[in-house]
């Protein structure tokens, strides 16, 4: 199956990319990753409008039309029907010169996408959860920002690993934030809440259709803080991300969250949520 490189469609044995482009010297650069489901995408339009965001605080301009962005990413993963893949896309400020933080002008971006099969969730996942492990937030603090710098959360996945945990979840002065590749939501004293969107998480896309979803179906919820407290003290944690959909957390830093089985309303969101996806899949 073929990539797609700075506008061409090619075999990944032959695509290359010089040493000296900005995202391998320096991270420069951002992403998305975008799931799709027998050849339709879930949220192609949020996706594309995070890009531009990232692009736009990152003073990269878009290399692409949103027509351009469309076509290409269509043809990685095929006309529907097609088998279940995310898309992964990225573009870097591109090759300069020399090794030089201040990039010249003139520079072109390098454009970069590839599709991978979404591999379909383990049965155990629903029936017994994940494990999480939580850690002081040491990223930097634009979050918002969908960077290919991503040091702090190859080591937490490194670190949930070694614990034989899933994820991640992080805190920065006793709140809760996100998870090193996911978004987090809680249901503490009857109420279902997800920190609100600020430059400390990034806004995925998960996230906000899971709220668009909870709202259509009467489900109530806040967007607030959520004390690293409360995520202890939690009857539900759920994490969220565009390929792990919505996961239900059953034990945190070795302890079971709530009776230790994934939650009533997790099992209610998750049913929303499939239901949604199927709809995807239809067309
Ligand atoms: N937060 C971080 C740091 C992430 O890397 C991701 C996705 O990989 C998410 C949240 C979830 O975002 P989305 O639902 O848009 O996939």
Known sequence: TELYLNGAFVPPESAHIPVMDRGFLFGDGVYEVIPSYGGYFLGLEPHLDRLEASLTAMRLDNP????????????LIGEPPAPDQSVYLQVTRGVAPERDHLCPEGVRP???????????????????????????????????????????????????????????IMHRDGWVTEGAVSNVFVVAAEALMT?????????????????????????????????????????????????????????????????????PLWQRMNAIYQDYKARVREG
């Open 64 to 75: 692409l039309t949103r027509d351009e962005w469309r076509a290409v990413l269509q043809r």
């Open 110 to 168: 390098t454009v970069l996408a590839f599709a991978k099969p979404i591999k379909p969730r383990a049965a155990a996942i629903a029936e017994q959860g994940v494990a999480c492990i939580t850690r002081p937030d040491i990223r930097w603090l634009r979050g918002e920002i969908k960077s290919i710098s991503l040091a702090a959360a190859v080591l937490m996945r490194r670190e949930a690993a070694d614990e034989d945990a899933l994820e991640t």
């Open 195 to 263: 920190p609100p969107k600020s430059q400390l998480l990034l806004s995925g896309i998960t996230r906000e259709l899971a709220l668009i979803l909870a709202r259509e179906h009467g489900l109530d919820f806040v967007e607030q803080p959520v004390a690293l407290d409360t995520l202890r003290a939690a009857d539900e944690i759920w994490l969220s991300s565009s390929t792990r959909e919505v996961l239900p957390v059953t034990q945190l830093d070795g302890a079971p969250v709530g009776d230790g089985h994934p939650g």
